[in-house]
């Protein structure tokens, strides 16, 4: 998270219970504060930080027992968000809509989308429903005429594209399988805006957001997949996997471009000056991060 006074700020949780919520400089390496014991009788499937009216940064994590909201500037928990302990949600992103508001968006076992305000936790309008299965995946983008999607996976291989301020359905459902949706990334081939889907079975699906064309072939990870990472490079995706080998692919062709770096997490953001910072998680406990 690149935060209104210029700092660079990392967040880390583990997957499983356990796991421990940690914030980090990530210019300096050193730690920013640490959530305590929270997460050992949660598990934490996903992170998501916004910069939320001014210079305020709230972090939100998704669990399996609802979506927990943070101070991003010392760790102090905010009043819970959705928190129901049969409520179980796999993923989480944020970004801000057309409109200037920021969201938090949440992947609901319940099959179901859920649009949060990270200022205080309340729900913008009915979760949206569409999907015939449990949502496993959720992003943020937007198409080059400023409308602001959100895109969710679910567990049958359908995406699913809604606008962001009203909730709509957009587009046609993009169907890349009957096997589910992992994970999710906006981006772009040529022109195109584009939609990258990652399967179970660690295949690259990349589809025009507009036709639902596919834009390259199906690339084969030999691996399990466990994040998406856009590069500054247009037209390609780096894949994070439980071998710790991180691949940049071309989208177009399918072609693997670098196999270079290590890591099992994987995750990048702009600095807002033409820069984006990439930062990869290891095995090991370790964090390394790359100005791109």
């Given amino acids: 998270m690149n935060t209104p006074d210029g700092e660079v700020l990392l967040y880390s949780a583990g ?58 500037a010392n760790g102090r928990r905010l009043d819970t968000s959705i928190d129901a302990p049969n409520m179980h ?55 080059p005429d400023g409308t602001h999607l959100i895109a ?9 594209f809604w606008e962001a301020d009203s909730g709509s359905a957009v587009n046609t459902p993009v169907i890349v399988g ?6 999710l990334a906006f981006c772009h081939v040529g022109q195109r805006a ?5 399967d179970i079975e660690g295949q690259i699906h990349c589809r025009d957001i507009l036709t639902s064309e596919p834009l390259g072939p199906v690339i084969q990870v030999d691996a399990v997949v466990t994040s998406l990472a856009t590069p500054q490079t247009w037209g390609q995706i780096i894949t994070a996997c439980d071998d710790e080998v991180l691949r940049q692919w071309d989208l ?32 090991a406990g370790d964090i390394l991060v790359k100005s791109r």
């Fill in 252 to 283: 177009a062709s399918g072609e693997l471009v670098d196999d270079s770096l290590v890591g099992i997490s994987a995750s990048s953001a702009p600095l807002g000056d033409g820069m984006s910072v990439l930062a990869v998680g290891t095995l």
């Fill in 178 to 183: 009957g096997d589910a949706v992992r994970n």
């Fill in 15 to 72: 997957p499983g219970e356990g796991a421990n919520l940690r914030c980090w400089n990530a210019k300096t390496g050193e730690p920013v504060w640490r959530a305590g014991d929270f997460f050992s009788s949660y598990e934490c499937n996903g992170i998501a930080s916004l910069v939320q009216r001014g210079s305020r940064v709230v972090v939100a994590t998704a669990t399996d027992s609802g979506v927990f909201r943070w101070e991003a």
């Fill in 89 to 143: 949600f796999w993923g989480i992103c944020g970004g801000v809509s057309r409109r200037g508001q920021a969201m938090l968006v949440a992947a609901g076992h319940d099959g179901m989308v859920y649009r949060l305000d990270p200022a205080d936790g309340r729900l913008f309008g009915a979760p949206l429903k569409g999907h015939e299965g449990s949502v496993m995946s959720v992003a943020f983008g937007a198409l």
């Fill in 194 to 198: 584009a939609i990258a889907a990652v």
């Fill in 152 to 160: 969710s996976g679910d567990d049958t291989g359908t995406v699913m």
